[in-house]
């Protein structure tokens, strides 16, 4: 009652390295998320040569594969990971990265629709748990702030990682850096929803709040 905004914003969000870690979870997601989006159906025309029908049908499932999985997510996190949401994050980014290597091999059409969706099914997860895991890193009265955290870095830094970044790395050395920025970017969210889990004290939270 007695902070302000900016003091709360400074004392338990700015100075709290948990934080910190769930905000750069959400930055490699929207990296890899972003890329995906932006740049892949370009590949898919250029490189694999996709005919415009094949590439939408391919892109068709990335964005529907996502209703179920987002559905089931909290509730795996509680049933099999009693209410740790970094674990299964976890899981779906070392899916996701195995299905970029596939995405970026494979020549079928059928396949590459496959690793598509299942990268579309998988990529909004961890970005759900992330708003899960804020929740549980900072004291309730500091959730907005923490948010807010994320949501700036996400779009300003993660956004344009996915975007700027890539179409740079594509435009002067090849689609290979380019699939190389995603793979580095879904090991780097793994790193920090590991960082997350494992630095995360609920007791100490809770006390605060």
Request: aromatic share 16%; glycine share 8%; charged share 10%.
């Amino acid at each position: 009652e007695n902070m302000s905004a900016f003091q709360i914003f400074t004392k338990y969000v700015l100075k709290n390295k948990n934080a910190w870690y769930v905000a750069f979870v959400d930055v490699f997601v929207y990296m890899v998320r972003f890329g995906m989006l932006s740049w892949l159906p370009i590949y898919l025309l250029k490189e694999k040569n996709f005919t415009k029908n094949e590439m939408g049908i391919a892109f068709l499932f990335f964005e529907w594969a996502a209703i179920p999985s987002t559905l089931l997510a909290g509730y795996i996190s509680d049933k099999l990971f009693k209410g740790r949401p970094m674990p299964l994050a976890i899981i779906c980014m070392s899916l996701i990265f195995v299905c970029i290597v596939g995405y970026w091999q494979s020549e079928s059409v059928h396949t590459v629709t496959i690793f598509a969706s299942i990268v579309g099914c998988l990529i909004y997860v961890p970005q759900f748990l992330a708003s899960v895991q804020t929740m549980e890193v900072v004291p309730k009265f500091a959730v907005g702030s923490a948010v807010g955290l994320r949501g700036f870095m996400s779009y300003i830094l993660g956004a344009t990682l996915g975007t700027s970044l890539f179409g740079f790395l594509v435009d002067k050395y090849g689609w290979h850096a380019g699939f190389y920025t995603l793979m580095l970017g879904s090991v780097l969210c793994i790193v920090f929803c590991l960082l997350s889990h494992l630095n995360l004290n609920p007791k100490e939270i809770k006390k605060q709040s």
